[in-house]
């Protein structure tokens, strides 16, 4: 399977050291496997820089490492109760899970107010995914210790 990871930089050697904290996921790296969700999000990061790169580093992992019993994987299909009640979780405080892997869509500006509606107690996790799907999600796969990282292999960057 092929995954994109949207910078201002070209990725060969991923790492936990740079991510921020508060995340959707909590502290990781991130990627996709809709190239264009990441050159969009390379184009963002480019334009909070103020100018440079935007640059989508590719990577490969084995199907397989999804189903590996040694590693622990939470996949949340589509914006649910538990999903949202996890990145609220990981957006307030320091990562509370101890996955290897995350994956599950991505809670982006465009939800940012659904969901902070919900945090502040104003609609209920029932209302706040009814709304949550009223919009396109995109995915992210994020990966949280180094050894998943080290399932990544390096393919490609591409300037976008």
């Given at each position: 399977m092929k995954l994109y990871h949207g910078s201002t930089v070209t990725v060969?050697?991923?790492s936990l050291r740079p991510?921020?904290?508060n995340t959707d996921f909590g502290k990781g790296f991130?990627?996709?496997?809709d190239y264009e969700q990441a050159a969009r999000w390379a184009r963002i990061r480019r334009e909070r820089?103020?100018?440079?790169?935007?640059i989508v580093s590719v990577f490969e992992?084995?199907?397989?490492?999804?189903?590996?019993?040694d590693l622990r994987i939470m996949n949340y299909q589509g914006a649910t109760i538990k999903w949202l009640d996890f990145v609220?979780?990981?957006r307030r405080y320091a990562p509370l899970h101890d996955y290897d892997i995350v994956l599950g869509p991505v809670a982006n500006d465009n939800l940012y107010a659904t969901?902070?509606?919900?945090?502040?107690g104003e609609l209920s996790a029932e209302a706040a995914i009814v709304q949550l799907?009223?919009?396109v999600l995109f995915n992210q796969v994020s990966f949280h210790t180094q050894t998943a990282i080290n399932n990544l292999k390096f393919v490609e960057s591409v300037e976008v």
């Open positions: 060969k050697n991923p991510g921020r904290v991130y990627t996709t496997i820089a103020g100018g440079g790169n935007a992992i084995d199907d397989a490492l999804l189903e590996r019993q609220v979780a990981n969901i902070s509606l919900y945090e502040n799907k009223t919009h």
